[in-house]
């Protein structure tokens, strides 16, 4: 769904009745840090006038104050990984998320090998850190969780909660699983909010079943292997359910049995059953790998009243990084995107 369509849509039901002040918890922004980051980072081919690498911390806050126009939150969160954050998963699983450190270097005018880019984004991404605490958002990390994780706690505790509508910024597709009509997912790279009606035009499932449809079909980015001989299409032919009804492992394993001697696949699926059981556990977002104690501080930053605006020392950082003009009229941006948060009440 674009973003006309979307605010279209949210227009037509705030019409329904009187249009309430606007409280703290009402439109949230969930940000998936590194991701935002990683983007920018591979896009922004920007140096300053030392020849340093900026383009992922420049570009970072031009998309996050993109962001925040666009959708108009009244309050804004950015997560990202914790240290040995992918442990847990890599414990069920060691390949998970394998030799997504070896990449080629993505600016070969920029950097002369891996390991100086590697150090470029470690500065970037402390120095974008550095930046949001002088900004009304909340920045969070826990070491050994995932981002994902964090996400998924976030957005259901908010809906839960206040009834919060949620917007989840992430090119990660594993956020799909999550989509409700409270819940809503924006793909940068699509430029597309996706919806429950999104996801049935383009996977063809509900979004309940989408992490089914991942584990049956598989997740090469996660290095995550699915049944053999199973594609895209004849996932539907072998389980048409996954279009209407909304289904647990356990039912696919259920249909699998009774119709195991009408198709290999379904055999294959009954012999696989630990395999795919593992995989739906690295996957499941909504049993996410986080603790009570992990939770609980979780709920208590919801609750926390947001940090202040420091713009004079944002533009003092940007100054010294030599940032240029990456933001455009820096003081009006802050202005225009950041001081409007003061005015929502929890």
């Given at each position: 769904?674009?973003?006309?369509?979307?605010?279209?849509?949210?227009?037509?039901?705030?019409?329904?009745?009187?249009?309430?002040?606007?409280?703290?918890?009402?439109?949230?922004?969930?940000?998936?840090?590194?991701?935002?980051?990683?983007?920018?980072?591979?896009?922004?081919?920007?140096?300053?006038?030392?020849?340093?690498?900026?383009?992922?911390?420049?570009?970072?806050?031009?998309?996050?104050?993109?962001?925040?126009?666009?959708?108009?939150?009244?309050?804004?969160?950015?997560?990202?990984?914790?240290?040995?954050?992918?442990?847990?998963?890599?414990?069920?699983?060691?390949?998970?998320?394998?030799?997504?450190?070896?990449?080629?270097?993505?600016?070969?005018?920029?950097?002369?090998?891996?390991?100086?880019?590697?150090?470029?984004?470690?500065?970037?991404?402390?120095?974008?850190?550095?930046?949001l605490k002088l900004l009304p958002v909340k920045t969070t990390v826990i070491d050994k969780v995932e981002a994902d994780d964090i996400i998924?706690?976030?957005?259901?505790?908010?809906?839960?909660?206040?009834?919060?509508?949620?917007?989840?910024?992430?090119?990660?597709?594993?956020?799909?699983?999550?989509?409700?009509?409270?819940?809503?997912?924006?793909?940068?790279?699509?430029?597309?909010?996706?919806?429950?009606?999104?996801?049935?035009?383009?996977?063809?499932?509900?979004?309940?079943?989408?992490?089914?449809?991942?584990?049956?079909?598989?997740?090469?980015?996660?290095?995550?292997?699915?049944?053999?001989?199973?594609?895209?299409?004849?996932?539907?032919?072998?389980?048409?359910?996954?279009?209407?009804?909304?289904?647990?492992?356990?039912?696919?394993?259920?249909?699998?049995?009774?119709?195991?001697?009408d198709h290999v696949i379904y055999s294959r699926i009954l012999q696989d059953?630990?395999?795919?059981?593992?995989?739906?556990?690295?996957?499941?977002?909504?049993?996410?790998?986080?603790?009570?104690?992990?939770?609980?501080?979780?709920?208590?930053?919801?609750?926390?009243?947001?940090?202040?605006?420091?713009?004079?020392?944002?533009?003092?950082?940007?100054?010294?990084?030599?940032?240029?003009?990456?933001?455009?009229?820096?003081?009006?941006?802050?202005?225009?995107?950041?001081?409007?948060?003061?005015?929502?009440?929890?």
């Amino acid at each position: 769904m674009k973003h006309k369509e979307l605010f279209k849509l949210l227009d037509d039901i705030q019409e329904q009745g009187e249009e309430p002040q606007a409280k703290r918890h009402d439109k949230v922004l969930l940000i998936d840090g590194l991701n935002l980051f990683f983007r920018n980072f591979a896009m922004m081919n920007m140096v300053n006038p030392e020849g340093i690498h900026v383009g992922g911390l420049g570009g970072f806050f031009r998309s996050l104050g993109a962001m925040i126009r666009q959708t108009q939150p009244t309050s804004v969160y950015v997560v990202f990984d914790g240290a040995g954050s992918s442990t847990n998963r890599k414990n069920l699983l060691p390949e998970y998320k394998s030799e997504r450190n070896l990449q080629r270097v993505t600016n070969w005018e920029v950097f002369d090998n891996l390991d100086e880019e590697h150090n470029s984004k470690v500065d970037q991404i402390v120095r974008v850190i550095q930046y949001l605490k002088l900004l009304p958002v909340k920045t969070t990390v826990i070491d050994k969780v995932e981002a994902d994780d964090i996400i998924a706690v976030l957005s259901n505790k908010l809906v839960e909660k206040f009834n919060s509508t949620v917007f989840i910024v992430s090119s990660d597709k594993d956020f799909v699983q999550l989509v409700t009509d409270k819940i809503i997912l924006y793909r940068p790279m699509e430029k597309e909010y996706y919806t429950p009606d999104t996801i049935r035009k383009k996977f063809g499932c509900l979004s309940k079943n989408f992490i089914l449809y991942k584990t049956l079909l598989g997740d090469n980015s996660d290095k995550i292997s699915g049944v053999k001989g199973l594609g895209a299409k004849g996932i539907y032919k072998k389980f048409p359910e996954l279009q209407d009804q909304e289904l647990t492992l356990d039912d696919i394993f259920d249909i699998s049995i009774r119709k195991f001697k009408d198709h290999v696949i379904y055999s294959r699926i009954l012999q696989d059953e630990n395999k795919l059981r593992t995989s739906y556990k690295i996957m499941d977002l909504n049993t996410p790998f986080i603790d009570s104690k992990q939770i609980e501080y979780l709920n208590n930053l919801i609750d926390q009243d947001i940090p202040k605006l420091n713009s004079e020392m944002f533009i003092q950082f940007y100054n010294e990084d030599q940032l240029g003009g990456m933001i455009r009229n820096l003081e009006y941006w802050l202005k225009d995107v950041f001081e409007h948060f003061k005015g929502y009440k929890n």
